[in-house]
């Protein structure tokens, strides 16, 4: 498997500004020549496995926030966006979007944006008679998905809300019963808590919050905490969300839902203790789901944002998909990155999860970069209360780099060494070069093809 260089021009030149060092002062420090340092920030060269030691030595630089980050996400939106039948003949090649992400992610960002508006565009004159019945027809991005990119490139960890989270839940450091803390929280603004069976989730009015019976525990307790949140934590809510500074209130109002979530979820499964436990039962789910009264859909999100500087976990992918195989959910604190449009790759495990309600499902899998990770993969059913209300279906999907393999319960019995193993997927056929792959669905972008009618296999083209 290919070493693949790391190129971290933009970073070191963060590291440098907070630090209010000198170029030839941070070269002397990292032991390199000022030529050799510049030449690094300017990703012209990449970064060496002494000046890595270094800056973790003499810096006490998280050397993790090399590799993640910012520029693995930009280069894989900006690939799936140039796999557009648009830019056929004029793709830049991988090198280049590589150096656009370090060196100009601000410029990056507005080619995907430009993209972007370029699809709805393209979408609404498909059903013109749609949309000539509508009015005032915006341009940009849609709410939910400048909401969803919000929390994806924050890396899904929002410290401030977190640490408040774990405030609240976790008082002087002792752990408090959810429940009797909301309880508590609401009596001194004169609200009285009731559960009772009705349709809806939760309702609120000026003097009484209603939880419904009809959901299940941990969906009770979750909705009670974001309630929470949005009566506790609203300045600090208020506040994240001008630093984001999204084009509409559609857009804010949403993520402000999305905060209170991740409040939620994080007062439910406190960052220190959660990542303990975490450590101590191997990642196991159903443990974890048991410990601390939560949903395995919450736990095996909750461990995708354990990123607090200082005190990471491990990186995890996590995802969530309809029985269609629309992504609804999606974050890699991982190289693995997710399409931005359609479904996921049809070899991954996730989607099987379907076929076998109720059991984990693992996988060794080796993305087209050479890269190899550990997917557990498991449905996830969410009943609505009564004979008469839908049942909702999804499939989520958790995972790491195999390195990592070893601190999860879930690969004891699997052989990480073993090269056929693997399972090979990609991430979007568009954008995936492999030649022989049996479900592949459209050619990649950056291959020519080779049309033989006198042969067939098991494609109608060959990839070059």
Request: hydrophobic content about 40%; overall charge neutral; proline content about 5%.
């Amino acid at each position: 498997m290919a070493t693949q260089k790391l190129y971290a021009g933009l970073k070191l030149r963060e590291t440098r500004g907070r630090l209010g060092l000198t170029q030839k002062t941070f070269a002397e420090r990292l032991g390199v020549s000022l030529p050799y340092l510049n030449q690094m920030e300017n990703n012209h060269r990449p970064v060496s496995a002494a000046v890595v030691l270094a800056l973790a030595g003499e810096f006490g630089l998280d050397v993790t926030e090399l590799t993640a980050g910012d520029a693995e996400r930009i280069v894989s939106d900006m690939r799936e966006a140039l796999a557009d039948p648009v830019f056929a003949d004029t793709a830049p090649p991988l090198a280049d979007l590589r150096l656009a992400a370090s060196n100009a992610p601000a410029l990056a960002r507005a080619f995907l944006e430009l993209h972007r508006a370029y699809r709805q565009t393209h979408e609404r004159l498909a059903s013109l008679d749609e949309a000539l019945g509508r009015d005032g027809t915006s341009m940009h991005a849609s709410p939910w998905e400048e909401v969803r990119d919000f929390f994806h490139y924050c890396d899904n960890y929002i410290d401030a809300v977190d640490r408040a989270a774990e405030r609240f839940a976790c008082p002087k450091g002792t752990r408090m019963d959810v429940i009797e803390a909301a309880t508590a929280a609401l009596k001194t603004r004169g609200i009285e808590l009731q559960f009772s069976d009705i349709a809806e989730f939760r309702q609120q009015s000026a003097d009484r919050l209603v939880i419904s019976t009809r959901i299940a525990d941990a969906t009770r307790r979750f909705q009670l905490l974001h309630q929470i949140a949005l009566l506790t934590q609203n300045d600090l809510l208020e506040a994240t969300l001008d630093l984001a500074r999204f084009q509409s209130d559609t857009a804010r109002a949403i993520a402000k839902i999305g905060l209170a979530n991740y409040f939620a979820g994080a007062a439910l499964l406190p960052y220190n203790r959660f990542i303990e436990a975490a450590q101590e039962t191997r990642h196991d789910l159903e443990r974890l789901a048991d410990l601390f009264g939560a949903s395995i859909e919450q736990v095996a999100h909750r461990l995708s944002t354990l990123q607090r500087p200082g005190n990471k976990g491990v990186p995890f992918f996590f995802v969530r998909v309809d029985q269609a195989g629309t992504i609804t959910k999606r974050h890699s604190a991982t190289r693995l990155q997710f399409a931005r449009f359609g479904g996921a790759c049809p070899l991954w495990n996730v989607h099987q999860a379907f076929e076998t309600p109720g059991r984990f499902l693992r996988q060794l899998v080796e993305t087209p970069d050479g890269l190899r990770y550990l997917s557990l993969a498991r449905d996830i059913s969410k009943p609505g209360g009564s004979f008469t209300a839908p049942v909702r279906r999804y499939a989520i999907s958790l995972g790491c780099e195999v390195s990592h393999a070893a601190q999860l319960v879930y690969a004891d019995d699997l052989d990480p060494s073993n090269p056929h193993a693997y399972q090979p997927i990609g991430i979007s056929c568009r954008i995936c070069e492999r030649r022989d792959c049996h479900q592949r669905s459209v050619p990649p972008l950056e291959r020519r093809l080779r049309v033989d009618p006198a042969r067939r296999g098991l494609l109608p083209y060959e990839i070059a």
